[in-house]
């Protein structure tokens, strides 16, 4: 393969990582160009397959099939059939470069199909529709925090397990380490988006914690999760931000594992996380009325101290 076909295709995955990835491109930032050109690389994988599932335009056997015929592509791709994807060429070039396990990469589309296989739930709810006609809403419910963790698993630990081995570490125990930071992302993520997440017809928390502080998922799904109020919502959300604090504490074992050059990106990608649980638990956990998240220049702040940390070698 040409030099300039693979840079081409690095610099696809680097304008994909540019557009969507809103919070982790502040922290590919701080990489060496080729950690940040595999990372981007990485996402761009992972944004298309998420894309195909979510594609709400589409029935869920439709985004299943799409979904399949990509994954049988990708599939071909690494087996040596010729491909012109510049994804597939980017992550091709960053698997062989720092040996991230075929495995990982399946289970990162695994992860996003989740919410494609069979509900766990089925359910009514009024909707939106013109007329508001009341439509069978399928609704993914996860029984126990056991269960949810498998899900968090799949769509972050396993980003968490790829992104340590272009990092660079030598002690396994990152391994854990990474995984644990991953559940912790993916659950500031669940309390962000509750909101979205209903009027797509999937509540993630799990029923064992709704049952626990009086809620169930139709409450959720009751005309897009607008008849539920923000103090109702307070307390099971402390619960679930207090758990994601205790997986966050896993990063300050873990950033000194990873090679010195990768530390201020991990540093940075943890503490934007972390920032924007504050931001939620600071307005009473109320995700009902807005989107939480931080600005540009609050990100660029944080990056610019994790730069700051790495020359005065404070991490």
């Known amino acids: 393969m040409s030099d300039a076909r693979l840079q081409n295709a690095y610099a696809v995955c680097r304008n994909i990582a540019r557009r969507e990835a809103r919070n982790f491109y502040y922290s590919f930032l701080a990489l060496p160009l080729p950690k940040r050109n ?28 799409q979904l399949d015929a990509w994954l049988r592509d990708w599939r071909d791709a690494q087996s040596g059939s010729p491909t012109d994807n510049p994804v597939f060429i980017a992550v091709l070039d960053t698997q062989q470069r720092f040996q991230i396990p075929a495995e990982l990469l399946e289970q990162l589309v695994a992860g996003t199909s989740m919410d494609l296989e069979h509900p766990l739930e089925e359910m009514s709810s009024p909707s939106r529709e013109a ?3 009341a439509l069978a809403s399928v609704v993914r419910v996860h029984r126990t925090f056991n269960d949810l963790y498998c899900y968090c698993y799949l769509v972050a630990s396993v980003v968490g397990l790829v992104c340590i081995r272009i990092y660079g570490y030598k002690d396994p125990r990152a391994e854990l380490l990474a995984e644990r930071c991953g559940i912790a992302f993916q659950l500031t993520n669940i309390i962000r988006d509750i909101k979205e997440d209903a009027a797509m017809g999937r509540v993630y928390l799990p029923e064992e914690d709704l049952s626990r502080f009086g809620l169930t998922a139709s409450d959720f799904l009751e005309d897009e999760g ?36 990768s ?45 700051m940390k790495s020359v005065f070698k404070t991490i």
């Open 131 to 133: 007329g508001g006609t």
């Open 263 to 307: 530390r201020p990106a991990l540093w940075v990608i943890v503490t934007i996380y972390r920032r924007l649980l504050e931001k939620i638990a600071a307005r009473n956990y109320d995700v009902l009325h807005g989107r939480v998240k931080l600005s540009s220049g609050e990100k660029l702040g944080i990056l610019a101290r994790g730069i």
């Open 38 to 65: 595999a990372l981007s690389a990485v996402y761009a994988f992972m944004r298309h397959a998420d894309d195909l599932s979510d594609n709400q335009s589409l029935s869920s056997v439709e985004r299943k099939r």
């Open 226 to 261: 607008r008849r539920l109020e923000p103090a109702r919502l307070q307390k099971l959300l402390e619960f679930e931000s207090q758990r994601a604090r205790q997986y966050y504490d896993s990063a300050a074992e873990l950033i000194p594992m990873i090679d010195r050059d």
